[in-house]
């Protein structure tokens, strides 16, 4: 029953929707109308510029990380990981905002940051070193979802391989529009980097 409970926190943590917030709350501007119509800090950047896009970004991780916390600090005989996932399915099918959300990469990395800080700070240079190598956001995201999966079979952490490979499963599968778009060479390069 308490994991029950903690997974519809974290799902309803989850599903709050940052950039449809901070796109209606400061610019009067439904993101999803704009850009790739998606609800994830890739598209607030697009759309709203760096400064919402990494307010966005900020709070995408830590809808992953507090319930994680929370299940930490509260209920330490339940495994925060599995919680975590909630917090995943909540940002990709968010109640709040008719089911349609980001591709989860921001919050898997949250969920990743509340159990493993050192996994966190591994993950997000390996994010950059792929974007700084290929320019595509996209890309970034799906190596780094297999970098998550490696490093954590190089800790050996069971627990934590397997929500990892379930986590990179669905940013990898949420990108699959992505990929088709690379391939025919339409996928948008970052310029910034």
Do not use: C
């Not at 917030?21 to 439904?30: A, Q, S």
């Not at 780094?144 to 940013?171: H, K, P, R």
């Amino acid at each position: 029953m308490e994991y029950i409970i903690y997974a519809i926190i974290a799902y309803l943590f989850g599903s709050i929707p940052s950039a449809l917030i901070i796109g209606k709350l400061f610019y009067k501007i439904d993101v999803r109308e704009h850009g790739s119509g998606n609800l994830g800090a890739t598209n607030t950047f697009r759309v709203l510029g760096s400064k919402a896009g990494l307010v966005v970004t900020i709070l995408d991780i830590l809808k992953g990380t507090a319930p994680v916390l929370i299940v930490v600090v509260l209920a330490p005989g339940i495994e925060p990981l599995i919680v975590g996932a909630f917090a995943v399915i909540g940002h990709i099918y968010p109640l709040f905002a008719k089911f349609k959300g980001g591709k989860a990469v921001a919050t898997s990395g949250g969920v990743l940051l509340g159990v493993s800080p050192l996994l966190f700070a591994i993950l997000v240079l390996s994010f950059f070193v792929f974007l700084k190598l290929f320019k595509y956001v996209s890309l970034a995201s799906i190596l780094t979802g297999v970098t998550a999966v490696v490093t954590t079979l190089i800790m050996q952490d069971l627990g934590l391989i397997i929500v990892t490979v379930f986590l990179a499963a669905f940013v990898i599968y949420r990108h699959t529009d992505n990929i088709k778009r690379i391939k025919n060479k339409t996928e948008p390069k970052i310029t910034w980097f």
